[in-house]
Nanobody, 114 residues
Framework: QVQLVESGGGLVQAGGSLRLSCAAS????????MSWYRQAPGKQRELVAT???????NYTDSVKGRFTISRSIGKNTVYLDMNSLKPEDTAVYYC????????WGKGTLVTVSS
């Protein structure tokens, strides 16, 4: 059982930045894949960024060059640095950990005003 707690969401103007954090109850080095997903109102949940236990990262096209996923193994925390935010980035952001099955946090709301 892995518990994930997201934080760092809030209201920001377009062009601004936020850092999301996901604190895990397990050693993240042992977790095969950790990801950030988001779900905008009326839309399906979508994958935003992934970091493997190897350190390899991947991003959805719409955030490439603007968002960066990283981790602190010592703090068992995964981060999502979001820059040049756009109104279309407005969503609830969820942390996901994949260890055979998927674990989810409760989400943190990011609102980008135009």
């Amino acid at each position: 059982q892995v518990q994930l707690v997201e934080s760092g969401g809030g209201l920001v103007q377009a062009g601004g930045s936020l850092r999301l954090s996901c604190a895990a109850s397990a050693t993240i080095f042992s977790i095969y894949r950790m990801s950030w997903y988001r779900q905008a109102p009326g839309k399906q949940r979508e994958l935003v960024a992934t970091i493997l236990n190897s350190g390899s990262t991947n991003y959805t096209d719409s955030v490439k060059g603007r968002f960066t996923i990283s981790r602190s193994i010592g703090k068992n925390t995964v981060y999502l640095d979001m820059n040049s935010l756009k109104p279309e980035d407005t969503a609830v952001y969820y942390c996901n950990a994949n260890i055979v099955i998927d674990y989810w946090g409760k989400g943190t709301l990011v609102t980008v005003s135009s």
